[in-house]
């Protein structure tokens, strides 16, 4: 076949036209500014990558979407929120006298949840922990059990977590099971056609409810929340996938934590839940809300607030939560994520931190699993350092977890990245602790990670070949989709 030259220049002209068009496109409906010349530069420069990448990234009708989620998420907590939370005042108590009135009012109104006092929270470290407590609870429930994951695979891990909720629906325990369209997309049919055989009640959640569009990879659900007949809660990093037990060699040891809470804050976790199953399904699930109790001593137990957060808050609310949290340290701000891709909010109260003389040490993975996402925080991990924050890799294997340490008073645990993703695009979910003892648990814990990484310095950046720092840049380009 003959060369065709006017044929493939039309081709190419017809391409940098269409990305034009989608530019303008971007410009006028993205959500930052950011991302607006993120996906406008890429567009007019590359149309030929990034044309069928934005159809499924940039395309959605974000402000639609958002108004949406937000009206019901609002009615929902109108009409079926726990009364118990009206009567509570968050104006004293431990939380105030370790963190500060400032703080303990700006972090009530920003998750639109109390501090509730009286709980007990302990750390799962890693995915046999994790696993064989979520396990343990199930085989226990009596009236109901809550699963929510961002990823199910129907491997081992998986099997065995359908096995262990068909039994406990044959005994009549109503079982709620949620899951997320994108993350598991790959979860066959299968598996939850034998889940709703077993009497499971079983939904994907998915952008648009009336179908579930696996090419739109916005709004993700990311959380990651267990609960059993309202008892107990488990909330943190891990997902249904042997990887998440180690077992997948490229990433092995896989480093994670989650947390068992018992108390009054699973109430609030639950009712997190209830807004994602309401959305997911019009319906509210049929169970009692954990009762709080308004008269216990302030002083008793773990002081617990749950921060849910996704695209349809009215603020923005995970990046503040970051930024209230490292504003909030003292002594130190010490943070584990996989991925180090902050916006410039979080990354300039990271830069004050500092100046303040806060001990700020961010610990990151060594290993890689999205080779985008790895460049783009190396280049990020590079500008942290000059700004004298302490940037720690993860040996091992993948470090997965997300943990935040408050000076030697607070911890927080969740599904939340240091990411724009989950910035501004996922639903996620953490849980800060304002307790002495559990600061120094989760104190214990990443110190033994500390131990097992190295600190990296500017020449990390400047030893690397000249290509590799030019993808770094190209690659940080795409940080608000990331």
């Known amino acids: 076949m003959q060369f065709d030259v006017l044929q493939v220049g039309s081709l190419i002209a017809l391409a940098h036209l ?41 395309r959605s009708k974000f402000r639609g979407y958002a108004d949406a989620r937000r009206l019901e998420n609002e009615s929902l907590r109108t009409l079926a929120h726990p009364q118990q939370w009206d009567a509570l005042d968050s104006s004293g108590g431990r939380p105030t006298d370790e963190l500060g009135q400032r703080v303990i009012r700006s972090l009530t109104r920003l998750g639109s949840m109390p501090f509730l006092p009286g709980n007990q929270v302990r750390t799962l ?25 961002f990823i199910v695979r129907a491997d081992a891990l998986g099997e065995m977590l359908k096995d262990a909720l068909l039994a406990k629906a044959a005994q009549g325990v109503r079982i709620y099971f949620l899951y997320d369209s ?17 009497g499971v009640e079983v939904h994907p959640f998915a952008t648009n409810r009336k179908f579930v569009n696996r090419f739109q990879v916005n709004f993700r659900n990311h959380r990651k929340i267990v609960v059993v007949d309202g008892e107990c809660a488990f909330v943190g990093g891990h997902n249904v996938g042997v990887e998440y037990l180690g077992s997948h060699p490229p990433l092995s ?23 994602d199953w309401y959305w997911a399904t019009q319906q509210v699930p049929e169970f009692d809300t954990p009762a709080v109790d308004t008269a216990a001593p302030a002083s008793e137990g773990m002081h617990c607030i749950v921060i849910p957060s996704g695209p349809a808050d009215r603020q923005e609310t995970c990046s503040l939560f970051f930024v209230e949290a490292i504003n909030a340290a003292h002594e130190r701000i010490w943070i584990t994520t996989p991925y180090l891709i902050p916006d410039e909010a979080v990354f300039a109260a990271l830069r004050l931190a500092v100046m303040r003389g806060v001990d700020v040490r961010i610990l990151i993975p060594c ?8 460049e783009a925080s190396k280049l990020y991990a590079y500008d942290a350092v000059r700004a004298g924050v302490r940037i720690f890799r993860y040996r091992p294997g993948f470090l997965h977890q997300k943990v935040v340490l408050i000076d030697s ?47 990296i310095n500017r020449d990390e950046f400047w030893k690397a070949p000249a290509w590799r720092r030019v993808a770094m840049h190209v690659a940080r380009l795409f940080s608000p989709v990331l």
Not at 125 to 149: C, D, R, S
Not at 442 to 452: I, N, T
């Open 367 to 374: 290993r890689r699993d999205h080779i985008v996402v790895f």
């Open 18 to 58: 269409l990305g034009v068009i989608a530019a303008c496109h971007a410009i006028l409906y993205t959500r930052t500014s950011q991302g607006a010349i993120a996906w406008a530069v890429s567009l007019v420069a590359m149309p030929y990558f990034t044309l069928v990448p934005y159809l499924f990234l940039g």
């Open 125 to 149: 470290v890693n995915g046999e922990a994790t696993f064989a407590a979520i396990f343990e609870a199930i085989e226990a429930a009596q009236k109901y059990v809550i699963v929510q994951f």
């Open 182 to 198: 994108i993350g598991s997309f790959d979860l066959p049919h299968r598996y939850t056609s034998a889940l709703r055989a077993g």
């Open 409 to 455: 008073v607070a911890a927080a645990v969740g599904s939340a990245n240091l990411d724009n993703r989950s910035f501004r695009l996922n639903f996620e979910i953490m849980v800060l602790t304002v307790d002495r003892g559990f600061a120094a648990e989760v104190e214990a814990m990443l110190k033994r990670d500390f131990e097992e990484a190295f600190e």
């Open 253 to 275: 040891p896989w480093r994670d934590t989650h947390i068992e809470v018992r108390g009054p804050a699973v109430a609030s976790i639950q009712f997190v839940f209830v807004e």
